[in-house]
């Protein structure tokens, strides 16, 4: 059984710093994509960072240079460093793992396992 775990939200101030981490149980985070999504009311949940089988990175456009995804093997842990937050990051964060190899990593569809969410609020 799959299991994944989220941890790390919050509330922070605009121009502030949160991390994330993931923990996975029932698959190996160094041997499957890994992605981190958010989501607001109303809109599709989106990819903001995503980590390939063969350690390729993605970051959407909005989050590029202020967001980290990493990994940490000995703790089949995910992390998404989060610094510079702005209002518009307020969401709740999904951690995601794929079953099968895709050519893509970065959409919803590509992802099989998903966490529960956890709220990270920006203030202004």
């Known amino acids: 059984q799959v299991q994944l775990v989220e941890s790390g939200g919050g509330l922070v101030q605009a121009g502030g710093s949160l991390s994330l981490a993931c923990a996975v149980s029932g698959r190996f985070v160094s041997a499957v994509a890994m992605g981190w999504f958010r989501q607001t009311p109303g809109k599709e949940r989106e990819c903001v960072a995503a980590?390939?089988?063969?350690?390729?990175?993605y970051y959407a456009e909005s989050v590029k240079g202020r967001f980290t995804i990493s990994r940490d093997i000995a703790k089949n842990t995910v992390y998404l460093q989060m610094t510079s937050l702005k209002p518009e990051d307020t969401a709740v964060y999904y951690c995601a793992a794929d079953k099968y190899y895709s050519d893509t990593y970065y959409h919803v569809a590509d992802y099989d396992y998903w966490g529960q969410g956890t709220q990270v609020t920006v203030s202004s």
């Open positions: 980590l390939s089988r063969d350690g390729s990175k």
